[in-house]
């Protein structure tokens, strides 16, 4: 059977409207103390409603972090290492213009510790920013030092979103890359191949 358009409008509404009322819940509270029949009072849709599209809250939040994950601007190809922070300045100029268009979003899971949301966004940032060294030490090492650096910025992040953006998209990209990434020596040339 083929859905029509407004069954899937209706869907898509539904969805929204949990996803909306999980994250205003996690303003303020934690995950575990949040019960599901809250949650569908506050979006106002049936428990049966919520069962037919997620067999718990931890599927709802996943499928938060999924659309915000999966809708990051994706990295570009290095195409001149003499242009190298011009080129990594862009690109976080890009990303954290993304983060300002979902700041509550972005605070609300940077800040809850019952999400996996950190670890999540450390591996596509890696796997979409970094190229992985041909030896285990330089391997280890490059881990270390960007999972370093993007810890260091999800921090400066979270103040720079609760501060309402003191800095520009640029300004603050610029920053993360002199105070992050370039005082611990990454990324290099070599790693965005």
């Given at each position: 059977?083929?859905?029509?358009?407004?069954?899937?409008?209706?869907s898509?509404?539904?969805?929204?409207?949990?996803?909306?009322?999980?994250?205003e819940?996690?303003?303020?509270?934690?995950?575990?103390?949040?019960?599901?029949?809250?949650?569908?009072?506050?979006?106002?849709?049936n428990?049966?409603?919520?069962?037919?599209?997620?067999?718990?809250?931890?599927?709802?939040?996943?499928?938060?972090?999924?659309?915000?994950?999966?809708?990051?601007?994706?990295?570009?190809?290095?195409?001149?290492?003499?242009?190298?922070?011009?080129?990594?300045?862009?690109?976080?100029?890009?990303?954290?213009?993304?983060?300002?268009?979902?700041?509550?979003?972005?605070?609300?899971?940077?800040?809850?510790?019952?999400?996996?949301?950190?670890?999540?966004?450390?591996?596509?940032i890696?796997?979409?920013?970094?190229?992985?060294?041909?030896?285990?030490?330089?391997?280890?090492?490059?881990?270390?030092?960007?999972?370093?650096?993007?810890?260091?910025?999800?921090?400066?992040?979270?103040?720079?979103?609760?501060?309402?953006?003191?800095?520009?998209?640029?300004?603050?990209?610029?920053?993360?890359?002199?105070?992050?990434?370039?005082?611990s020596?990454?990324?290099?040339c070599?790693?965005?191949?």
């Amino acid at each position: 059977m083929i859905k029509s358009d407004s069954e899937s409008r209706r869907s898509k509404m539904t969805r929204r409207l949990m996803k909306d009322a999980l994250m205003e819940l996690m303003e303020n509270r934690a995950l575990a103390s949040i019960s599901i029949t809250e949650l569908c009072g506050r979006a106002d849709v049936n428990r049966s409603t919520f069962y037919s599209y997620y067999s718990d809250l931890l599927q709802l939040l996943k499928e938060i972090e999924d659309d915000i994950i999966g809708q990051l601007p994706e990295a570009k190809p290095i195409e001149d290492c003499a242009d190298l922070d011009k080129q990594l300045i862009e690109e976080f100029t890009l990303f954290f213009g993304y983060v300002r268009k979902h700041a509550r979003d972005f605070f609300i899971l940077l800040q809850s510790g019952d999400t996996k949301f950190r670890e999540r966004l450390i591996g596509t940032i890696m796997s979409r920013f970094r190229r992985e060294s041909a030896e285990a030490v330089d391997l280890l090492m490059s881990r270390w030092s960007y999972i370093y650096c993007l810890n260091g910025t999800f921090g400066m992040m979270r103040d720079w979103i609760s501060q309402d953006f003191p800095m520009s998209d640029r300004e603050f990209a610029e920053l993360v890359l002199l105070m992050g990434f370039r005082a611990s020596g990454f990324p290099k040339c070599s790693d965005r191949r």
